[in-house]
């Protein structure tokens, strides 16, 4: 039950490149928890390794 598997996790894309940011320390890409509503700085930035106790699985991405 990781960020990578949640239907509220959306994985950052490289602007430039246009694919997703590569795995640069094991904890996977950076993405954007959009469980809750944004606050003053935006959706809270998780690596799609990380966990919490809002997950949904998100059928799609299994």
């Known amino acids: 039950m990781r960020c990578a598997s949640c239907m509220w996790f959306v994985e950052k ?3 430039a490149v246009q694919h997703a940011t590569p795995e640069t320390d094991g904890r996977g890409p950076i993405g954007r928890c959009r469980r809750h509503a ?3 700085n935006g959706y809270p930035v998780v690596f799609s390794g990380d966990w919490c ?3 949904k699985l998100d059928e799609e991405k299994v």
């Open 53 to 55: 106790g809002d997950h």
């Open 13 to 15: 894309v490289s602007s």
């Open 38 to 40: 944004p606050t003053m």
